[in-house]
């Protein structure tokens, strides 16, 4: 099993990225708060991995952070969550933050992650609260606090500037986003939505 990837960022996308590692090129998936996270192309980067096997495929999921790690072998032991799932529930919101929502019963925000429904959000948090009480990954806030809605800004951001866009315009695009949007809108939509605007399609 790969552990941890230690090379060149050869090539980033929407949701994977080319790591050369001795000359070897790894696919990996990434969530889109880890995608953020990425150097540029041609710069060095290490990170942690979970290798998927399956009988038809091999698969490489990667994570920027150690949290993000974590959370995600919590999210693929619930019942119904595949590692795709998982990915893309990552992909909602930073790690502690989602953990802090499962802790505290925010089934309104789980459900705004694009392919969460009800259900999932309610085995989620039946399933995690307990354990996730105990990892120490929830953000140190209450319910009633509002969700750091500028995290989720800067990480589109980031996202829009490690994808080749220059920090002028990826600014222009988030705000157009925004008011698009809503700020609370998923960090996968969002960021649909900003390459959306940015190609110029309808």
Not at 40 to 65: I, K, M, N, S, W
Not at 79 to 104: D, F, Q, R, Y
Not at 151 to 178: I, M
Not at 192 to 199: C, D, G, S, Y
Request: hydrophobic letters at 45%.
């Amino acid at each position: 099993m790969i552990a941890r990837l230690s090379g060149v960022l050869l090539e980033k996308g929407a949701e994977s990225a080319v790591i050369d590692v001795g000359g070897v090129g790894y696919l990996v998936h990434l969530s889109l708060q880890s995608m953020g996270a990425l150097p540029p192309e041609g710069d060095r980067v290490q990170l942690r991995c979970h290798t998927h096997v399956r009988e038809d495929a091999l698969q490489l999921f990667a994570f920027a952070t150690p949290e993000e790690e974590e959370l995600f072998h919590l999210l693929v032991s619930v019942s119904g969550v595949g590692p795709k799932l998982a990915v893309n529930i990552l992909s909602g919101m930073p790690a502690t933050e989602l953990a802090s929502a499962i802790l505290h019963s925010e089934h309104a925000r789980l459900t705004r992650i694009s392919g969460v429904g009800k259900k999932t959000a309610e085995r989620l948090v039946v399933e995690l609260r307990d354990k996730i009480k105990t990892s120490g990954l929830a953000a140190a806030r209450t319910p009633s606090q509002p969700p750091p809605f500028a995290a989720a800004d800067q990480a589109l951001l980031s996202a829009l500037v490690n994808l080749g866009y220059r920090p002028a315009a990826a600014e222009r695009t988030a705000e157009q986003v925004r008011r698009s949007l809503g700020p609370s809108a998923p960090l996968e939509a969002q960021l649909r939505e900003a390459l959306r605007l940015i190609a110029g399609a309808p």
